[in-house]
C-alpha cells in the first residue's frame, strides 16, 4: 500500500532516491482499492474484485525498488532513513484503525471473539498476519467474515518485503551483482513455488511471502527498466496502457474465488498493472482517466480506505450474525471513505513530514501489539 506525496520531492533531504510524482499511479491505486472494497461490500457482483490486492502488490514493488535501486546507485540510499519512511508511513492509519477497533470490539463482541481479535491486532502489530491467518482458514471460508483484522495479511507480506529487499538490495550492490538477474531470479522462483503451492496447499500460496514474492518483483523488474532501459517503454506508450487496462478488465470479469488463486491466474491483474505502470504519465488513458482528480483523490487515502473498509463490514456481520443488509453494505462505503480522508488528513499526512516521529510510532505500535 505504499504511496508517495506530490511533495516528496520538496520536502524529502533525500529527494534523488524518490521517484518523480505520478498521478496516475495514484489513480491506479484508486482502482485496485475499489476493487477491493466491491468485493468485500458486494461480492455477488464484484466476484474478482480481490485482484486488488495484486495490484496493490505490483505498484509497491515498482516505488521501493525505484527508491532503493536510485539511492544505491547514488549513494545516498540509507537503511535507517529508509525504516523510519515507512514507519510513517504504514504506521499512523494502521495504529489508529486497531486501537478503534480494540474499542468497539470491547463492547461488541463476546469476551471468546474479543480474545480473537487481540491476537489478531497482536499478529498485525509484528506484521505476521498472513502466517497467522494461514495456520487459522482460508481467505474465503465463511469464518473470514468475522475477522475485523483479515485484511492486514497483504500489509505483512509488504512490511517483510520492505525488511528484506533493501538488505538483500545493498548486500548485492556491494558485491556488485546485477540487481535485474536477482529480480528477475526472485520472481521466477517466487512464482514456481506459487505454482506448487497452488495444487499441494492452496492456503499456503495465498499466504505465504514465497509465493507472492514475484508480484513485487514485477514492480521491481519494472523499476529497473525505468531507470535503465527507458527507450524500451516510451515507443508504444499508448498501446502498453491499452494492453494494461484490458488484462485488468478481463481479470475483474473471469476471476472469482472459485479459481485456485494467484497461479496463473494472478498474471492478468500483475502484468496489467505493469502495462499500465510502464505507459507512463502522458499515455492517454493513464493522463485523462487515472490522472482525474477523482481517481487521485481516492489514490492518496486509498491506504485508510483500505484499513477502514473492512473492519466496518466485519462488525456489520458479527452484530447481525449473518452478512450484513445490502443497504449497510452500501453505507459502509461512504463511511469508509469518510475516515480515511479524516485518517488521511489529520493523521497520515503530518506525521508523513515529522521527521522524529518514528520513534514515538514504534513505541506506540509496541503499545498497541502488547494491549492485543
Known amino acids: 500500500m505504499n504511496s508517495y506525496s506530490p511533495t516528496a520531492a ?41 485482484i486488488g490486492v495484486d495490484i496493490f502488490f505490483v505498484i509497491s514493488g515498482y516505488l521501493i525498488s525505484s527508491i532503493i535501486f536510485s539511492g544505491l546507485e547514488t549513494g545516498s ?10 514507519i510513517r508511513r504504514i504506521f499512523p492509519a494502521l495504529i489508529l484503525v486497531m486501537l478503534a477497533s480494540l474499542s468497539f470490539g470491547w463492547f ?27 495456520s487459522e482458514s482460508g ?11 483479515l485484511h492486514l495479511w497483504t500489509l505483512a507480506i509488504e512490511e517483510q518485503f520492505y525488511i528484506y529487499w533493501p538488505l538483500m538490495l545493498a548486500f548485492v550492490w556491494k558485491r556488485k551483482w546485477s540487481f535485474l538477474r536477482l529480480t528477475a531470479l526472485i520472481a521466477v522462483l517466487s512464482f514456481a513455488a506459487n505454482i506448487y503451492l497452488v495444487s499441494h496447499n492452496p492456503s499456503a500460496a495465498f499466504y505465504w511471502p514465497i509465493s507472492r514474492s514475484w508480484e513485487l518483483m514485477i514492480g521491481g523488474i519494472l523499476a529497473y527498466i525505468t531507470l535503465h532501459k527507458q527507450k524500451l517503454l ?8 491499452v494492453i494494461g487496462f484490458a488484462l485488468l478488465g478481463a481479470g475483474l470479469a473471469l476471476i472469482t474465488k472459485d479459481n485456485a488463486f494467484p ?7 500483475t502484468l496489467g498493472a505493469f502495462f499500465i505502470i510502464s505507459g507512463g504519465p502522458d499515455a492517454w488513458l493513464n493522463k485523462y482517466l487515472l490522472s482525474s482528480t477523482p481517481m487521485v483523490w481516492i489514490g492518496l487515502i486509498s491506504y485508510p480506505l483500505y484499513l477502514w473498509h473492512w473492519p466496518i463490514l466485519a462488525f456489520a456481520r458479527i452484530l447481525e450474525s449473518e452478512p450484513p443488509y445490502r443497504n449497510i ?25 515529522a521527521k522524529k516521529a518514528a520513534i514515538y510510532l514504534l513505541f506506540t505500535m509496541s503499545c498497541t501489539a502488547t494491549l492485543g
Open 10 to 50: 520538496s520536502t524529502n533531504p533525500l529527494a534523488l532516491t524518490h521517484p518523480k510524482y505520478r498521478p496516475d499511479i495514484d489513480g491506479l491505486r484508486a482502482v485496485a482499492v475499489l476493487s477491493v472494497v466491491g468485493f468485500h461490500a458486494f461480492p455477488g457482483r464484484a466476484k474478482g474484485g480481490f
Open 77 to 86: 540510499f540509507r537503511i535507517t532513513d529508509f525504516y523510519q519512511r515507512r
Open 108 to 134: 461488541a463482541l463476546l469476551a471468546e471473539e474479543y480474545t480473537q481479535l487481540g491476537k489478531h491486532v497482536a499478529s498485525g502489530a509484528a506484521f505476521v498476519s498472513n502466517l497467522i491467518f494461514y
Open 139 to 149: 481467505y474465503f471460508d465463511n469464518a473470514a467474515g468475522t475477522k475485523p483484522m
Open 234 to 241: 516510451i515507443e508504444r506508450k499508448n498501446l502498453q496502457s
Open 263 to 269: 497461479s496463473w491466474w494472478a498474471l492478468m491483474p
Open 329 to 353: 453494505r452500501i453505507a459502509s462505503v461512504p463511511l469508509s471513505i469518510l475516515l480515511a480522508t479524516i485518517t488521511y488528513v489529520c493523521a497520515e499526512k503530518p506525521l508523513r513530514s
